[in-house]
């Protein structure tokens, strides 16, 4: 991985009247996405999007809009920008501290700028109704403040792009922190760019959790300005319509089947007298590890779960604890000691870190078959060629695996118990390769169907690119 540039370093200084085209002859792409760098899906979404936007622009130069840009630049080496002005919810926007200015932990008390405002405030404080509505006032004077100044930062930002792309992704979604944030961010993004003639690419995006009338508003605002719109599911197109947004709406594979994780001349999976499995529990519901809290469903699946974990031991099976987010690996935390105990060789019990996407790589070919959850723990699995019996706790989860032919093995998280996973799980080992081959040909497909697509937005973005060149550069034969 290439060293990661600076979070924020300035863009080149680029002369009046001329275009970042003119100067520099490499066009800027910014990506937008709710990332945080703690969700491998969103990681291999963007690792597909730039890899397959730099197939077609070698020279290109990417700016990636997000939530946490440190993590986000550790990660891909490329520089980053705050894609929101203030956190809402579990939306939280982790700022890049100023060079030169003092960080101030919440345990630092904050010195008073004067002896009669410590007197007011103090005296304040015997009034605390008063004392919390002029705070809610302050907070909401603040929070307007930094939006102002956000705008104005992404204005510029914007104005030294040549394409935004909202790459995949449930980006279509409120369940983080309501309509003012990620509807309201992409909103803020995309009104931006068209206002100053940069082009806008959806692209494989999807709906998970839509709450809010004014999400709607939003959402409907901002794929009416986007040059190109294309969904992961005919489901998301459906709600969409339903919504009110009559434009032409394209359908196009998970952004992930971009990536080539496996070699195209790797061996067949092994004959194992000893099956190994992957597990990737999912915290849906827990009380503080997901943004809607649903305990009684969260403490059903958990306690079958376990159960069904113990079963496996017992059957003789060797597992591999794997989280494909940071937020689930709580979960297998608290598996460790329990399980340890039950497992009579420690050989068979692996309980694996976060890991990149290499990593989960070779993981997952160790594996053969996987129990997982989350979409792209499911996904990432099946470019690996590995069977999956995937434990759904969301329709874009039941979908997906309909799509991939796999259906049979799909349980909903609501109704899963351990017996029934066993079950499912010893017919999944049975067509291990059957299942591995036919995952072979559907995601070839797939791929294809990712690079044709980028293949639709490169003409785009190229025809746009063009059309701002001096005329005499075009009839010079210059291609981007």
């Known amino acids: 991985m290439s060293?990661?540039?600076p979070i924020l370093q300035p863009l080149p200084v680029i002369p009046c009247g001329v275009t970042p085209r003119e100067a520099g002859g490499r066009p800027r792409i910014g990506l937008i996405s709710p990332y945080m760098g703690s969700n491998l899906g969103d990681t291999a979404i963007l690792e597909s999007t730039m890899a397959q936007l730099k197939g077609l622009f070698p020279a290109a130069r990417f700016l990636l809009i997000v939530l946490d840009c440190a993590r986000a630049s550790y990660i891909h080496g490329v520089d980053s920008f705050p894609l929101a002005a203030v956190s809402r919810g579990t939306y939280v926007q982790s700022a890049a501290p100023s060079p030169g200015r003092p960080v101030l932990s919440a345990e630092t008390p904050r010195p008073c700028s004067s002896r009669?405002?410590?007197?007011?405030?103090?005296?304040?404080?015997h009034v605390p109704f008063f004392l919390g509505a002029a705070r809610r006032v302050r907070?909401?004077?603040r929070t307007i403040g930094r939006e102002a100044r956000?705008?104005?930062?992404?204005?510029?930002?914007?104005?030294?792009?040549?394409a935004l792309v909202v790459a995949g992704g449930g980006q279509l979604d409120d369940e983080a922190g309501g309509p003012f944030s990620h509807p309201y961010a992409l909103f803020k993004w995309v009104s931006l760019a068209r206002k100053h003639g940069v082009p806008v690419f959806f692209a494989g995006v999807g709906i998970d959790d839509l709450r809010h009338p004014l999400s709607n508003w939003f959402l409907r605002r901002v794929l009416s300005k986007a040059q190109r719109v294309s969904l992961r599911d005919p489901g998301s197109a459906g709600i969409l319509r339903s919504m009110g947004v009559r434009r032409e709406l394209l359908l196009c594979p998970d952004m992930a089947f971009g990536l080539r994780l496996v070699p195209d001349g790797a061996a067949p999976l092994p004959v194992s007298t000893r099956p190994t499995v992957g597990l990737s529990p999912i915290a849906f519901g827990h009380p503080s590890r997901w943004p809607t809290v649903k305990t009684e469903i969260f403490q059903r699946y958990w306690h079958q779960f376990k159960a069904f974990a113990a079963s496996l031991l017992a059957e003789g099976l060797s597992l591999k604890f794997f989280v494909t987010d940071d937020a689930d690996y709580l979960l297998v935390e608290a598996l460790r000691e329990e399980l340890t105990l039950m497992a009579p060789d420690p050989e068979?019990?692996?309980?694996?870190?976060?890991?990149?996407?290499?990593?989960?790589?070779?993981t997952l070919q160790s594996c053969d078959a996987v129990v997982a959850s989350r979409l792209h723990g499911v996904l990432?699995?099946?470019?690996?060629?590995?069977?999956?019996?995937?434990v759904s706790y969301r329709r874009k989860v039941s979908v997906y695996m309909e799509s991939m032919e796999q259906e049979k093995f799909c349980l909903d998280l609501e109704t899963f118990t351990a017996p029934a996973g066993v079950e499912a799980l010893r017919g999944l080992l049975a067509q291990r390769h059957e299942t591995a081959a036919a995952l072979r040909r559907t995601c070839e497909e797939k791929f294809r169907g990712v690079t044709g697509e980028f293949s639709h937005i490169g003409a785009d973005m190229a025809r746009k690119m063009e059309s701002t060149l001096p005329t005499s550069v075009r009839q010079g034969g210059v291609r981007i």
């Open 348 to 362: 068979r019990l692996q309980f694996l870190p976060f890991m990149r996407l290499p990593q989960l790589a070779a």
């Open 139 to 141: 907070d909401r004077f």
């Open 150 to 162: 956000h705008i104005l930062d992404a204005r510029g930002v914007v104005l030294r792009l040549d």
């Open 3 to 5: 060293t990661p540039s």
């Open 380 to 390: 990432l699995s099946h470019i690996c060629r590995v069977p999956v019996l995937a």
């Open 116 to 125: 009669a405002f410590c007197v007011m405030k103090g005296a304040m404080s």
